[in-house]
């Protein structure tokens, strides 16, 4: 039986991982904030059971209270995915979009993966969904690419702090998928470039079912013609 906690699973790509690691002797934690959505994909997957995680992200306090609730059991699999994007010129980035991003994309995943990946047993997995914004600069996406360029250098070296335990370390570098997360993205982007969530899910999926001894650390999943 495995226990697998899934951060910003009410929608998007965490919803479609939600999907493909569920299963009938899994426990699943799902996270989100928007309480309808989460019930929805609750009721969607069939696991051994469903426990919903409603917090928000953004502040410390949500992380402990998410934290919280999960308990001290034993957890297989913690998939760091919730994230958001604020897209403008770096001059009109307020205090608060930048405390914003940094709380939710870096300063989440660290506490959780600070909290829990000592209590996880050899041959579990940490999942990082990170982007091809960890790798290289975009305009308008400083934040964003701040965020995740943090997220990278944390995770990689956290990644041979776990060697030693076994516990495994998997940074997914997806490009545009088609989320709502371009709700609040101004601008005309080429909606038919972007990949289905369900191809990120895919690869995780992939990665966590490998034997435990083998780590597939590091995916780049894109356009075959390029990104956007
Ligand atoms: N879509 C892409 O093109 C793309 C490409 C590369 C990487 N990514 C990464 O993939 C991950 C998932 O993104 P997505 O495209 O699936 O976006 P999405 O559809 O907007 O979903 C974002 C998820 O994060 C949660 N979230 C946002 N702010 C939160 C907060 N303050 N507290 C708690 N949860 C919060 C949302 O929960 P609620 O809706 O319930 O609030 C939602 O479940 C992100 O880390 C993103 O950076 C996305």
Same mark, same amino acid.
């Not at 999907?19 to 019930?39: F, I, N, S, W």
């Not at 405390?99 to 041959?123: C, D, K, S, W, Y």
């Not at 701040?146 to 076994?166: D, N, T, W």
């Given at each position: ?35 309808? +959505? ?50 403008? &010129? ?5 205090? %608060? ?11 989440? &995943? ?7 990946? $000592?209590?996880? &047993?050899?041959?579990?997995?940490? %999942?990082?969904?990170?982007?091809? +914004?960890?790798?290289?600069?975009? $305009? ?49 982007? $080429? ?11 895919? +690869? ?9 001894? %083998? ?14």
């Amino acid at each position: 039986m495995k226990r697998i906690l899934i951060t910003g699973a009410s929608r998007g790509i965490g919803r479609a991982i939600a999907e493909k690691l569920a299963g009938e002797d899994v426990d699943l934690l799902l996270h989100g904030r928007d309480t309808v +959505a989460l019930a929805e994909v609750c009721k969607r997957v069939r696991a051994k059971s469903v426990t919903k995680l409603i917090h928000d992200l953004a502040t410390t306090r949500g992380v402990c209270d998410l934290i919280a609730q999960v308990g001290d059991k034993r957890l297989d699999v913690l998939v760091n995915n919730a994230g958001i994007a604020v897209v403008k &010129p770096f001059t009109e980035i307020t205090q %608060v979009e930048w405390e914003q991003t940094l709380g939710v994309n870096v300063t989440a &995943p660290f506490m959780l993966i600070q909290h829990f990946a $000592p209590r996880m &047993p050899p041959g579990s997995t940490i %999942v990082n969904v990170l982007s091809i +914004a960890a790798k290289s600069g975009f $305009p308008g996406w400083s934040a964003y690419c701040m965020s995740k360029f943090a997220l990278e250098g944390f995770s990689q070296s956290v990644r041979e702090e776990l060697r030693e335990h076994k516990v495994r370390l998997i940074n997914i570098y997806p490009a545009a998928t088609a989320t709502e997360i371009w709700n609040n993205v101004a601008g005309d982007w $080429p909606t038919e470039k972007m990949m289905s969530p369900n191809e990120i899910a895919d +690869a995780v999926a992939f990665a966590v079912s490998r034997d435990a001894d %083998v780590a597939v650390e590091n995916i780049s999943i894109t356009n075959v013609t390029g990104a956007l």
